[in-house]
């Protein structure tokens, strides 16, 4: 069984009266430990399909298995529960609480989980020391780079041992030499086992992984990295 399955998946939405297909016939299989990438351009459907991957949307037809759940008809509380069991983000905005450090920050999946406050700290140091930051635990966003920025995001996301790591593009804010690291680290992240599917519109980023998956008009095509 495939840690996510997806068998006829369409994502329509209305807009100023009319029905816009996203994804108009998306068959597709992701294995544990893949390292993927979703491209496509813009429009493409591309973000809509890492909606539904990450438990963020839910699509208008077909059937989606994550992890052997069946995802597409659940509500909103049962989403949210996969989502932060399942999930591990990565925004390109690194999405940090600005007036917290890096260690409370990575602690904060772990209060949903209702994880007590020194495991949560051992746990969001052990996650920060992964990304090789533990000497800026106690340093807020602002006084981080952009690149130490997006890796104390990868150790929020690895904090709770998700069964995905989703990048949506992890890389655009950064300098070549950020880029360069942060990528370095999924690769390595991926070598320690963890499945790792990268959004991005970038060929440099996605050919660092096994996979690609192209979305063209809505619709997936795989090919290897």
Not at 142 to 162: D, T
Request: proline content about 2%.
């Amino acid at each position: 069984m495939a840690l996510i399955e997806m068998n006829g998946i369409r994502k329509s939405y209305a807009m100023g009266g009319q029905r816009v297909d996203a994804l108009r016939q998306v068959d597709l299989a992701i294995e544990s430990n893949e390292y993927v990438a979703i491209v496509g351009s813009s429009g493409s459907g591309k973000s809509t399909l890492m909606h539904i991957i990450g438990c963020l949307d839910t699509p208008s037809a077909g059937n989606y298995r994550l992890n052997g759940q069946d995802v597409e008809q659940l509500g909103e509380i049962e989403l949210a529960s996969i989502r932060n069991r399942e999930v591990g983000f990565v925004f390109q905005s690194f999405n940090l609480l600005a007036r917290a450090d890096a260690l409370r920050n990575v602690m904060q999946p772990l209060i949903y989980r209702g994880v007590g406050f020194g495991a949560r700290r051992r746990m969001a140091l052990a996650a920060l020391a992964q990304v090789g930051l533990s000497d800026r635990a106690e340093h807020r966003p602002n006084q981080l780079s952009g690149g130490q920025r997006q890796r104390v995001a990868i150790a929020r996301a690895l904090v709770a041992s998700p069964s995905i790591l989703l990048a949506d593009e992890p890389t655009g804010n950064l300098d070549a030499l950020a880029t360069e690291q942060v990528m370095a680290l999924f690769d390595a992240l991926h070598a320690q086992g963890h499945t790792v599917i990268v959004v991005t519109h970038e060929a440099e980023i996605a050919a660092h992984c096994q996979r690609v998956i192209e979305l063209v008009d809505g619709r997936a095509r795989s090919g290897s990295g």
